[in-house]
């Protein structure tokens, strides 16, 4: 599967922004997709996580309430909407795609098999 992230960029404290992932493949239903993060000198970080089939969403804590994952299954899409936005936001944020996931391993990054190129997002205060 190809992962193509997009719609970083440099961005005002408090404001907001939708991240999208592009992939390729004839069928995700029996896929999880997911957000990471990784910030400069640290390791990457989970934020959300969707299964294909049935729209079943995870969160990481610190991102509940400010964060929004989704998918459209028609033009294998998903989506990561980010709100009042925070310098502590920045990172690379890189989507994920695997078929070995359940619901407690969809936070674990070594579950997934394939990853985009990440989008650097920075939030200036």
């Known amino acids: 599967v190809q992962l193509q992230a997009s719609g970083g960029g440099l961005m005002q404290a408090g404001g907001s922004l939708r991240l999208s992932c592009a992939a390729s493949?004839?069928?995700?239903?029996?896929?999880?997709t997911a957000w990471f993060r990784q910030a400069p000198g640290k390791e990457r970080e989970f934020v959300a996580a969707?299964?294909?089939?049935?729209?079943?969403?995870v969160y990481a804590d610190s991102m509940k309430g400010r964060s929004t994952i989704s998918r459209d299954i028609a033009k294998n899409t998903m989506y990561l909407q980010l709100d009042r936005l925070k310098p502590g936001d920045t990172a690379v944020y890189y989507c994920?795609?695997?078929?070995?996931?359940?619901?407690?391993?969809?936070?674990?990054?070594?579950?997934?098999?394939?990853w985009g190129q990440g989008t650097l997002v920075t939030v200036s205060s």
């Open positions: 493949a004839r069928s995700f239903n029996s896929y999880y």
């Open positions: 994920a795609a695997g078929t070995r996931i359940i619901l407690s391993n969809s936070r674990n990054p070594e579950a997934y098999q394939d």
């Open positions: 969707i299964k294909w089939s049935g729209g079943t969403t």
